[in-house]
């Protein structure tokens, strides 16, 4: 699995294709609207560079996951590849997504203190 930072236009109709695709394959529970995504990455963290906040994981079939942290907003959304549901990696995507959203908050003051850190931490 290899993990990386979004790039540009071509990663958004990577993303939209696969929860598409994904909400074909589950009956639309669980996933995103693929016209969400662009308003969640260029208008909700319109004060962040999209490869900051997007991060893509691909392997041999394509996309398996990819997260949005939304600091301002003290959450994520995580993507997850259906088949892969409940799995190690799965567990890995989760965890990767908690820390660069705490991270993000610290970095811009939203978590600053121990109070709003606890706040921070039930995300």
Known sequence: MKRRAYRDSTDLDLLQA?????LAETQGCGFIQPGDIAHRLFNGNKQFDP???MTIWEDAEGVAAWVLAEPTRECFDAQIRPPLKGSEFAAEVLEY???????????????????????????
């Open 97 to 123: 997504a908690e820390e660069r959203t705490l991270e993000l908050m610290r970095q811009h003051g939203w978590c600053s203190s121990q109070e709003s850190l606890g706040r921070c931490l039930s995300l």
């Open 18 to 22: 696969f929860n598409a695709n994904s």
């Open 51 to 53: 490869s900051h906040v």
